[in-house]
């Protein structure tokens, strides 16, 4: 299981103030691109967080943003190198049609595609699009924002993928993970966990990471 750090912020100097505070932690972030209008909040675009160093980071863009906008930041994220999968929400999307072509486009630009699933959203609706599809994130929360309620019934959502459909493609968890949470949700079958909050509004970054990384893993 892999624990990702997750990156919500509009300003520049927090975004590089959040990588370097993992980069001897971890070899891959989630970076949260926000429009305002698929949720209430916003967040850096690509062209702000286009001089950010990475230094030997990779991340994962989790775009939550509505539809009309996908071709624009997908292209965006084509000049990253660093960037190695691209979440798309699946109530973002204006059709299967729309979705199947942002999920084919990312995969042509050599990123890995993935669909993010909000709380309420059954997985059994993607299944059409599965064979486009690298990773499935599921939301433990209602995205847009650090530290919303933690919603335990996606727990389910994510052990009935696993048994259904959890070969060959990378489950994902985002949303109140933290040291309560984080056993269930690996227990649940998730293998790339998204934190938050549970690290970057504690006092110590790196020990709030490792203590999250005792947790999940207790034999060592």
Not at 4 to 28: C, G, M, W, Y
Not at 88 to 104: F, G, V
Request: with cysteine; glycine share 6%.
């Amino acid at each position: 299981m892999r624990l990702i750090p997750a990156i919500l912020t509009d300003k520049r100097e927090d975004f590089q103030q959040k990588l370097d505070a993992v980069n001897d932690l971890v070899s891959h972030v989630q970076v949260d691109i926000m429009d305002g209008e698929f949720v209430p909040n916003t967040s850096l675009f690509p062209r702000s967080f286009a001089y950010a160093t990475f230094s030997s980071l990779t991340f994962e863009a989790h775009l939550m943003i509505e539809g009309h906008q996908w071709n624009y930041l997908i292209q965006s994220l084509k000049t990253f190198e660093a960037c190695t999968r691209i979440y798309l929400h699946w109530e973002a999307a204006p059709d299967m049609d729309t979705m199947r072509w942002a999920l084919n486009l990312i995969r042509r630009q050599g990123q890995e595609a993935g669909v993010a699933l909000n709380p309420h959203t059954q997985w059994e609706a993607i299944v059409p699009c599965l064979k486009n599809l690298d990773a499935v994130l599921f939301m433990g929360v209602e995205p847009g924002f650090y530290g919303s309620e933690f919603q335990p019934e996606v727990l389910e959502h994510v052990r009935s993928f696993s048994q259904t459909h959890g070969d060959g493609i990378t489950l994902g968890w985002d949303g109140g993970a933290d040291q309560t949470s984080l056993p269930d949700i690996v227990e649940a079958g998730a293998t790339d966990v998204a934190v938050g909050s549970a690290l970057f509004k504690a006092e110590n970054v790196a020990e709030a990471y490792a203590e999250l990384e005792r947790i999940q893993k207790p034999e060592a």
